[in-house]
T-cell receptor, first 114, second 114 residues
Framework: EAQVTQNPRYLITVTGKKLTVTCSQN?????MSWYRQDPGLGLRQIYYSMNVEVTDKGDVPEGYKVSRKEKRNFPLILESPSPNQTSLYFC?????????????FGPGTRLTVL | AQSVTQLGSHVSVSEGALVLLRCNYSSSVPPYLFWYVQYPNQGLQLLLKYTTGATLVKGINGFEAEFKKSETSFHLTKPSAHMSDAAEYFC????????????FGPGTSLSVIP
């Protein structure tokens, strides 16, 4: 089954404690993104990757890091989480040319930073 | 730059009534337009998309949307609401055929009243 998986689904942590949210896709997609969803703001792109070892900032990259060492995986790293990073996070992937940027989303990770 | 507005952050309809969710976009070039649905505790899934060709697009679960270039709109409709349609709906716009940014609207929460 074609899918994007994220782990963990729910996470409660404290300010300053480094965490990683994993994302994996099995569709051989080159393009992957991380979004955060906040009420009234829709989805905002944090980082994206166009291929292995190629990443770039989205609209709200502050406080986040990513890496793309393998095509299927795109982890999101919060090295020193703060309460304003409490949010719902989605990983997404997009297929190749002529995909018109249709996004395939993971199930989401709800993060609470105390 | 592209942008998306969705009129009404919350819409309530009676079961069996018409569903109309509004989306307007701005884009300097011909856009590709999407509607995504997010059911509680799930990721976003594609309802329908407009890329080229026929301006009336049919999607899953009986939804359809019409691209109106003169009105820069892509409103989502369904003739008869079902309880299972209660969800968050996001309109999105992209301008590239591949690996280009997707801009999401703020979302509309649809409630269906029995």
């Amino acid at each position: 089954e074609a899918q994007v998986t994220q782990n963990p689904r729910y996470l409660i942590t404290v300010t300053g404690k480094k965490l990683t949210v994993t994302c994996s896709q099995n569709m051989n997609h080159e393009y992957m993104s991380w979004y955060r969803q906040d009420p009234g703001l829709g989805l905002r792109q944090i980082y994206y990757s166009m291929n292995v070892e190629v990443t770039d900032k989205g609209d709200v990259p502050e406080g986040y890091k990513v890496s793309r060492k393998e095509k299927r995986n795109f982890p999101l790293i919060l090295e020193s989480p703060s309460p304003n990073q409490t949010s719902l996070y989605f990983c997404a992937s997009t297929g190749g040319s002529r995909s018109y940027n249709e996004q395939f989303f993971g199930p989401g990770t709800r993060l609470t930073v105390l | 730059a592209q942008s998306v507005t969705q009129l009404g952050s919350h819409v309530s309809v009676s079961e069996g009534a018409l569903v109309l969710l509004r989306c307007n976009y701005s884009s300097s070039v011909p856009p590709y337009l999407f509607w995504y649905v997010q059911y509680p505790n799930q990721g976003l899934q594609l309802l329908l998309k407009y890329t080229t060709g026929a301006t009336l697009v049919k999607g899953i679960n009986g939804f359809e949307a019409e691209f109106k270039k003169s009105e820069t709109s892509f409103h989502l409709t369904k003739p008869s609401a079902h309880m299972s349609d209660a969800a968050e709906y996001f309109c999105a716009v992209s301008v590239g055929t591949s690996y280009d940014k997707v801009i999401f609207g703020p979302g509309t929460s649809l409630s269906v009243i029995p």
